[in-house]
């Protein structure tokens, strides 16, 4: 490595807590942490200690799989086993009172996830996201930043317990999708929910002259007193404007996790989603401090006003027009063969890598 690309290297994670300091007035920080990652492929027998100390990492970006290449080697089948992943995350001082997460939109099929030595969480399934709370993870000293050590430990062994069981796809390892820090004020919408923003956005009833929306989700107090709350939802359109709202008051005492419902009043001749005029509008969500009137979370869903049904006879209806149902490709990924490609294959050998 040169010593300018090393000096540009070691600016990056600089740059980075820069750029994690820099939004520190709004409510949620959303940041990628894709970059500068660390992987070996090594048994899963050690501690994560020990594979911090191992030799041989090589540098990897996110999204990241180990069997990338196994379809172009003489090896039957593909590699199925433990893989180890580490970086290290720059935290703003500011962050030490707020609700800190890791979130991971795939990791392919048990993994567990440490921070600084301590196990953070597990999560079994290889096509569900998950996330992980780290706030007592984090070690600062004063006011000052502080790094904190991220290890994944991840197999995508054959488990009996884990569906699906058998494929006509390679079941690829590695943390093959985005990754996220997420940092909240202590009251926010519940980040534990699934690894969801915490609210969901449903439409129960759609037609030509009208159409109802209904939120949900729940609250997490995570200060150490009671808080008067509300929970404020605005329904917008692609202009901008404001064409539904609701509101609800609550009391939510320390620690607590709350359920909330909002329906909000009927939009009438609403504009409607249709693949030639895809028209969206957007729900916005908030958790104010009722006594403050301060923003402490926000949270925004695309909503699309649409509804279809099947007829055995006729086939497919949308907005009551008659529509074709297309096909999705199953989890295309960076680095693997994506839809109209050919999956690479060894010459004289037809081994199959589909996603």
Known sequence: MSKLAKHCYQLIPLLALLLLAAPAAAQRVVQSINSNWLFRKDSLALNPSQVVAAAGWMPISLPHTWNATDVLDDEPGYYRGGGWYRKTLFVPAGWQRRAVYLRFEGANQEAEVYVNGQLAGRHAGGYTAFSVPISKLLVFSNNAP???????????????????????????????????????????????????????????????????????????????????????????????????????????????????????PALRRPHLWAPGDPYLYQAVSQVVDARQNTVLDEVRNPVGLRWFRFEAATGFFLNSERAAAQAHWHQPAPGLPQPGQRPARCPGRARRAAT
Do not use: C, M, W
């Open 146 to 264: 502080t790094t904190a050590e991220v290890v994944v430990k991840l197999t995508n062994r054959y488990n009996p317990a884990i569906p699906p069981l058998t494929a006509d796809f390679t079941f690829y390892g590695g943390i093959y999708r985005d990754a996220y820090v997420v940092a909240a004020e202590p009251v926010h919408f519940d980040l534990s929910n699934y690894a969801s923003s915490g609210v969901f956005v449903t439409t129960p009833a759609v037609s030509a002259e009208a159409a109802s929306v209904a939120v949900r989700g729940a609250l997490a107090n995570e200060s150490a007193s009671s808080r008067q709350l509300l929970v404020r939802t605005q329904l917008l359109d692609h202009a901008g404007r404001v064409v539904a709202r609701q509101q609800s008051r609550l009391t939510l005492r320390a620690g607590e996790r709350r359920e909330f419902r909002q329906a909000l």
